[in-house]
């Protein structure tokens, strides 16, 4: 039997499982297009639902994959894209998600997020998020790669409306938001989507990883990925373009890190002592 996915409530109060898939190179030729939306389908078929993409992955490539993947079963899906900061005027914002939708091969996408912060004044971005969500084109908006401090603004300039969502960098190996941007979104109800939780791969072999997930009978990506469902509010969205390695990326969700593992984990990977700006890659 399959294990349960530990779920994250989004403000409005849907509910998503806190393990989904990324989708970052996809598109690029790294795997076939075929391997690649095969491999969605197998995190689908284990309730990975959450898919991550963005316009500007493979150049609307990766949005053609996913669009390929979810074909024949669109409702099981959560799927989350963003548009480009050069992009998110009022008038830009809308002919972006017009376009990803094409790509993607449906009529709505679940959240749509800013990438990063450019130049567009947040309240224009803001105003084409809710002309959107109003023709049921998206069902919700948020952020991506916003410290605390862009988040008050952010929150400051769309009152009494707020993001759904932040996708920020977090990993073992990059804990700065731990300091202060993962405490402030959970007291403000905004989930967290990690980004890179394997560090790109970096973190694959690590020898601290690798002892502890000899205990648990897994391998160091399912530890890495382990740590992060710990953390309330907080989904995290591993890539692969292999159909055995998301399924391995599951089983993740099927241990439980002990005490003693997370101290062997803060030995290694020590938590922030002071503010940094959040990273982004
Ligand atoms: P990641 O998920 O940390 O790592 C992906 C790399 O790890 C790939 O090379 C993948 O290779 C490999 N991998 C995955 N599972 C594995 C396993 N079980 N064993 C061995 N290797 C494994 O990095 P990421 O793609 O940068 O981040 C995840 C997603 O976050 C992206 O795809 C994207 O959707 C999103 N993202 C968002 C932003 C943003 O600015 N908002 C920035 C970066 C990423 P294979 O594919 O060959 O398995």
């Given at each position: 039997m399959?294990?349960?996915l530990?779920?994250?409530?989004?403000?409005?109060?849907?509910q998503?499982?806190?393990?989904?898939l990324?989708?970052?190179?996809?598109?690029?030729?790294?795997?076939?297009?075929?391997?690649?939306?095969?491999s969605?389908?197998?995190?689908?078929?284990?309730g990975?639902?959450?898919?991550?993409?963005a316009?500007?992955y493979?150049?609307?490539g990766?949005?053609?994959?996913?669009?390929?993947a979810i074909?024949?079963?669109?409702?099981?899906?959560?799927?989350?894209?963003?548009v480009?900061?050069y992009?998110a005027?009022?008038?830009g914002t809308i002919?972006?998600c017009?376009?990803?939708?094409?790509r993607?091969g449906?009529?709505?996408?679940?959240?749509?997020?800013l990438?990063?912060?450019g130049?567009?004044?947040?309240?224009?971005?803001?105003?084409?998020?809710?002309?959107?969500k109003?023709q049921?084109?998206?069902?919700a908006?948020?952020?991506?790669?916003?410290?605390?401090?862009?988040?008050?603004?952010?929150?400051e300039?769309?009152?009494?409306?707020?993001?759904?969502?932040?996708?920020?960098?977090?990993?073992?190996?990059?804990?700065?938001?731990?300091?202060d941007?993962?405490?402030?979104?959970?007291?403000?109800?905004?989930?967290?989507?990690?980004?890179?939780p394997?560090?790109?791969?970096?973190l694959?072999?690590?020898?601290?990883?690798e002892?502890?997930?000899?205990?648990?009978?897994?391998?160091?990506?399912?530890?890495?990925?382990?740590?992060?469902?710990?953390?309330?509010?907080?989904?995290?969205?591993?890539?692969?373009?292999?159909?055995?390695r998301?399924?391995?990326?599951?089983?993740?969700s099927?241990i439980?890190?002990?005490?003693?593992d997370?101290?062997?984990?803060?030995?290694?990977f020590?938590?922030p002592?002071?503010?940094?700006?959040l990273?982004?890659?």
């Amino acid at each position: 039997m399959k294990a349960e996915l530990p779920a994250v409530t989004l403000p409005g109060g849907r509910q998503v499982p806190a393990l989904g898939l990324g989708t970052w190179h996809m598109g690029e030729g790294e795997a076939s297009p075929e391997e690649e939306a095969a491999s969605l389908r197998a995190g689908l078929d284990l309730g990975m639902t959450v898919i991550d993409t963005a316009e500007m992955y493979a150049d609307g490539g990766a949005e053609e994959v996913v669009g390929e993947a979810i074909k024949a079963r669109r409702d099981e899906v959560f799927l989350v894209s963003k548009v480009l900061p050069y992009n998110a005027s009022r008038a830009g914002t809308i002919a972006a998600c017009e376009a990803s939708l094409k790509r993607l091969g449906t009529d709505h996408i679940e959240l749509y997020l800013l990438h990063w912060r450019g130049r567009h004044p947040f309240s224009e971005t803001v105003e084409a998020f809710e002309t959107l969500k109003a023709q049921g084109k998206i069902g919700a908006w948020g952020v991506s790669n916003f410290d605390v401090s862009d988040m008050k603004e952010l929150l400051e300039d769309a009152e009494p409306l707020r993001p759904s969502a932040n996708q920020i960098l977090y990993n073992l190996a990059r804990r700065g938001i731990e300091f202060d941007l993962l405490r402030w979104s959970q007291v403000q109800g905004i989930p967290l989507m990690a980004y890179s939780p394997l560090d790109e791969g970096r973190l694959l072999g690590h020898p601290v990883l690798e002892e502890i997930g000899r205990i648990h009978n897994v391998g160091s990506a399912q530890v890495a990925l382990a740590f992060l469902l710990t953390k309330a509010g907080v989904i995290a969205i591993p890539k692969s373009g292999s159909p055995e390695r998301v399924r391995d990326n599951f089983r993740a969700s099927e241990i439980r890190l002990t005490s003693e593992d997370l101290r062997l984990l803060d030995e290694a990977f020590p938590p922030p002592t002071r503010k940094r700006p959040l990273e982004m890659i």
